[in-house]
């Protein structure tokens, strides 16, 4: 095989991050659309991640009802390969950057791009992947690897990953996403 006929990889490599968008069991409650698929896909791209040693941020929202900090339905999906050397990042809004430590997280490991995945395709997984592209982050999507627990969700995936699209990010399937 030529050297240019291998497998798609991320850009800037070196300098890239994956976040993974609230994975948390309270949405788990609710029906999320193709959840062990998207658990699967999730996975797959967190272990390319740390073999490739790509940092890996897991975002973990903090509000009321099933996401109520400390409580059951807050803490992170039990079947996530969370590594002791992974990040974890609080937060109270939709978008990662709001109030939260992640953007100086990410200039200090001198990262330009991130690969955004997780939940919930409408709502927090548009809030961050607009907050990266809006500072300036080279941004990939895995357009496979976001959901939502919407009666919608198939629809809200496709619109929303031609959205941020147009909007500058990049989409890219898990078997795509390589980081070694």
């Given at each position: 095989?030529?050297?240019?006929e291998?497998?798609?990889?991320?850009?800037?490599?070196?300098?890239?991050?994956?976040?993974?968008?609230?994975?948390?069991?309270?949405?788990?409650?609710?029906h999320?659309?193709?959840?062990?698929?998207?658990?699967?896909?999730?996975?797959?791209?967190?272990?390319?991640?740390?073999?490739?040693?790509?940092?890996?941020?897991?975002?973990?929202?903090?509000?009321?009802?099933?996401?109520?900090?400390?409580?059951?339905?807050?803490?992170?999906?039990?079947?996530?390969?969370?590594?002791?050397?992974?990040?974890?990042?609080?937060?109270?809004?939709?978008?990662?950057?709001?109030?939260?430590?992640?953007?100086e997280?990410?200039?200090?490991?001198?990262?330009?791009?991130?690969?955004?995945?997780?939940?919930?395709?409408?709502?927090?997984?548009?809030?961050?992947?607009?907050?990266?592209?809006?500072?300036?982050?080279?941004?990939?999507?895995?357009?496979?690897?976001?959901?939502?627990?919407?009666?919608?969700?198939?629809?809200?995936?496709?619109?929303?990953?031609q959205?941020?699209?147009?909007?500058?990010?990049?989409?890219?399937?898990?078997?795509?996403?390589?980081?070694?």
């Amino acid at each position: 095989m030529k050297e240019s006929e291998s497998k798609p990889q991320t850009p800037d490599q070196t300098n890239v991050a994956l976040l993974v968008i609230d994975v948390q069991r309270g949405l788990f409650e609710r029906h999320i659309h193709k959840a062990e698929e998207l658990l699967l896909n999730i996975n797959t791209i967190v272990d390319h991640a740390h073999r490739g040693g790509v940092p890996v941020f897991f975002i973990q929202h903090s509000g009321t009802g099933a996401l109520l900090k400390g409580s059951p339905g807050w803490q992170l999906h039990p079947q996530l390969h969370l590594l002791v050397t992974d990040s974890v990042v609080h937060k109270q809004h939709g978008s990662a950057f709001e109030d939260t430590v992640l953007e100086e997280a990410l200039k200090s490991a001198k990262v330009t791009g991130v690969v955004i995945t997780g939940l919930v395709t409408h709502g927090c997984v548009r809030a961050t992947c607009i907050g990266a592209l809006e500072l300036g982050y080279r941004v990939v999507l895995v357009k496979d690897g976001h959901s939502s627990f919407s009666k919608q969700a198939a629809k809200l995936i496709d619109q929303w990953n031609q959205e941020l699209s147009a909007m500058g990010a990049e989409l890219k399937a898990t078997l795509e996403i390589e980081f070694d």
